[in-house]
């Protein structure tokens, strides 16, 4: 069965300073993934997505993700945090399931970037 | 472009009292639909999806139960809500099982 695992619950981080949000999965297929944010009390939203071909992926408000397939992990990266990223971070991958696809999520990891 | 609306926004209900919360999909036809429910802190659990009118695919045993009245139309209901049921429910849509989620703004469910 697919998972996602999320190594870090809790990542504080200053402002300005570089950040990476670390994500594994299992899966004995290939594999779609994505990364989403979730503000306080809104809704997620996606910030970037492997679908296939270059395993460099660019996503909305400078960040960037790397597939990894021999690591079997999808890690978010972001050279220069700012304060209004402080938000809940969500790794997921596509698995197939009773005959459909559906998305599998991570437990999340909290980011916090101080001044 | 897609839209995805999801209400009320906040909703506070006493034990045993019934609940209907809607979602509806604007901009596309036939989308795969979904609810989640995020208690506080913790990640997202997948309670129904849907693929279609009528088709409901139910994820875990539990108080709730959802229904899909017309194509781009979701709502999650209740008979009698449980101290349990409290938590940030999330309406969500694809074009497909394998592709990226679109999700409403939630839900903040409150049970007294």
């Known amino acids: 069965a697919q998972s996602v695992t999320q190594l870090d619950s809790q990542v504080p981080v200053f402002e300005e300073a570089p950040v990476e949000l670390r994500c594994n999965y299992s899966s004995s297929v290939s594999v779609y993934l994505f990364w989403y944010v979730q503000y306080p009390n809104q809704g997620l939203q996606l910030l970037l997505k492997?679908?296939?071909?270059?395993?460099l992926v660019k996503g909305i408000n400078g960040f960037e993700a790397e597939f990894n397939k021999s690591q079997t992990s999808f890690h978010l990266r972001k050279p220069s945090v700012h304060i209004s990223d402080t938000a809940e971070y969500f790794c997921?991958?596509?698995?197939?399931?009773?005959?459909?696809?559906?998305?599998?999520f991570g437990a999340g990891t909290r980011l916090a970037v101080h001044p | 472009s897609q839209t995805i609306h999801q209400w009320p926004a906040t909703l506070v209900q006493p034990v045993g009292s019934p609940l209907s919360l809607e979602c509806t999909v604007e901009g596309t036809s036939n989308p795969n639909l979904y609810w989640y429910r995020q208690a506080a802190g913790r990640g997202l659990q997948l309670l129904f999806y849907?693929?279609?009118?009528?088709?409901i695919s139910s994820e875990v045993p539990q108080n709730l139960s959802a229904s899909r009245p017309q194509d781009r139309q979701f709502i999650l209901s209740s008979k009698k809500l449980l101290l349990s049921d409290s938590g940030f429910y999330l309406c969500a849509w694809s074009i497909a099982g394998d592709q990226p989620q679109h999700f409403g703004d939630g839900t903040r469910l409150s049970i007294l």
């Open positions: 997921a991958v596509s698995a197939p399931s009773g005959g459909y696809n559906k998305l599998i």
């Open positions: 849907s693929v279609g009118i009528g088709q």
């Open positions: 492997y679908l296939s071909g270059s395993t």
